[in-house]
């Protein structure tokens, strides 16, 4: 299994999941064009994506999914909550449960909820049966049952939105500072290490850190926050960039 985001933050947010020869695409926050483009620098044509699967329906998860979608024919999976919370119907849109794990051809799908001012909102965990790798952005909380979804994962990617300090002095206003810091905003750095304390890492290869905001965050931040918790001998940490890297992550 490998894994490459095409970028992750609050101008969009697309991560291609490739195993067996199956790729899906989770989220698809950029323009059908700009997709196109970092796909294909990838090596990956959007026709061979065996689907979409769309965690919320906010822009920077959805902005490309129904031209993309339209564009190469392809299906798209999202809760039943989310397609109801849509401006208008998605073509070849099938819903899935929540709760209750899925395939698409090679890879079965984990989706759980998430805490997140959306319809449904959840994320994933994606195995090929000799891996897992767990999505986890999006959420202002992480609960018990989260904890139980991303155990014993081997690669895991994990929203490091803001700094509380950067956020509260930064130059958002108050109101969209509250929303960002509530139970129904985004995880901050030291919200995302507690999680990672909370979870067995025995067989975590490397985390990458992602949904990092440009305003009110920085790389060195969110890496020494980690580090605290992984140590000096943990799996490397990668802060993903908006706008993706061209790069190939892969569990061995």
Do not use: C
């Given at each position: 299994m490998r894994i490459a985001s095409?970028?992750?933050?609050?101008?969009?947010?697309?991560t291609l999941i490739e195993a067996a020869g199956t790729r899906i695409l989770v989220d698809c926050g950029f323009g059908p064009r700009v997709t196109e483009r970092r796909l294909r620098a990838l090596g990956a044509e959007p026709e061979t994506l065996a689907a979409?699967?769309?965690?919320?329906?906010?822009?920077?998860?959805?902005?490309?999914?129904?031209?993309?979608?339209?564009?190469?024919?392809?299906?798209?999976?999202?809760?039943?909550?989310?397609?109801?919370?849509l401006d208008r119907p998605v073509p070849a849109a099938e819903p899935f449960d929540a709760h209750a794990p899925f395939r698409i051809a090679d890879l079965t799908l984990e989706p759980f909820p998430v805490v997140h001012d959306a319809a449904e909102p959840c994320?994933?965990?994606?195995?090929?049966?000799?891996?897992?790798?767990?999505?986890?952005?999006?959420?202002?909380?992480f609960t018990p049952h989260i904890v139980e979804m991303l155990a014993r994962c081997d690669g895991l990617l994990l929203e490091c939105n803001h700094?509380?300090?950067m956020l509260r002095d930064g130059p958002y206003p108050r109101w969209l500072q509250a929303r960002i810091a509530s139970r129904f905003?985004?995880?901050?750095?030291?919200?995302?290490?507690?999680?990672?304390g909370a979870l067995d890492t025995a067989r975590?290869?490397?985390?990458?850190?992602?949904?990092?905001?440009?305003?009110?965050?920085?790389?060195?931040?969110?890496?020494t926050a980690l580090a605290e918790v992984l140590g000096p001998d943990g799996p490397p940490v990668d802060v993903l960039a908006a706008s993706g890297d061209g790069r190939w992550r892969a569990l061995a």
């Open positions: 095409l970028g992750s933050g609050s101008s969009g947010n697309a979409i699967v769309v965690t919320h329906e906010h822009i920077d998860h959805l902005r490309g999914v129904e031209r993309l979608a339209a564009r190469y024919r392809l299906p798209v999976r999202a809760t039943h909550g989310t397609l109801r919370a994320q994933l965990v994606v195995g090929d049966g000799r891996h897992r790798f767990g999505l986890l952005t999006d959420t202002g909380v700094d509380t300090g905003g985004h995880l901050d750095n030291g919200q995302a290490a507690a999680l990672l975590l290869q490397w985390v990458m850190a992602g949904h990092i905001s440009e305003k009110n965050n920085e790389p060195d931040a969110v890496r």
